[in-house]
């Protein structure tokens, strides 16, 4: 028999992937937590039980999907590959990930006007940036990119894939879009490593 506590974490895992699932087709707007209680097949009031209200609700959404999207990034990179490289094919399977219409609701469309531009990248910095700063980091390790300040130079990386990504967005066509700015940032990054060649 499942104890009180492994019941409370089901409800609250229902209730996660129920709002998943309907913020990521209705979006945020048009969701109201009686449709995430119907969804999840339980009572309204379990549902703010775990969560004070709908803004909360998403975060813990966004949190999931962007925990998400990170483990299919690390789950798809090649081990044991040129550093950089490794970093330019993260990034790219950041986007096509962030195609899926459901995903780039959630994360890019309503991600930042619902949390917030602070919030949204203090979470976002959790899972992707998280993998930014860390492929940084090794890049240096491994005399990829010449040693510099790590933070500042994961911090100008991220801003910029952000605000691509969330361009990308606004457009019809996400994946086009994406394929435009993809250059662009590859570029940057392959120029950090043939910095490291020139300098002495």
Request: with cysteine; glycine share 8%; proline share 4%.
């Amino acid at each position: 028999m499942a104890t009180q506590e492994e019941r409370r974490a089901f409800t609250r895992a229902s209730v996660i992937e129920a709002a998943k699932k309907l913020f990521g087709s209705d979006g945020f707007a048009s969701t109201t937590m009686d449709d995430v209680a119907i969804e999840a097949g339980v009572a309204k009031g379990a549902v703010y039980h775990h969560f004070k209200s709908k803004r909360d609700v998403f975060e813990a959404v966004f949190e999931t999907v962007s925990a998400e999207l990170a483990g299919t990034i690390i789950s798809e990179a090649q081990p044991g590959g040129n550093t950089i490289e490794t970093l330019i094919s993260s990034t790219r399977t950041f986007f096509r990930l962030c195609a899926n219409p459901a995903t780039l609701r959630i994360l890019l469309q309503d991600g930042p006007a619902v949390l917030g531009p602070h919030d949204w990248r203090r979470l976002d910095a959790r899972h992707f940036g998280g993998l930014v700063t860390g492929s940084l980091g090794l890049a240096m390790e491994a005399g990829s990119i010449t040693r510099q300040p790590l933070e500042p130079l994961s911090q100008i990386m991220l801003a910029a894939i952000q605000a691509a990504a969330i361009n990308c967005a606004a457009t019809p066509d996400f994946q086009s879009a994406a394929n435009n700015y993809l250059e662009a940032l590859e570029s940057i990054l392959v120029g950090l490593s043939a910095s490291s060649q020139i300098r002495p």
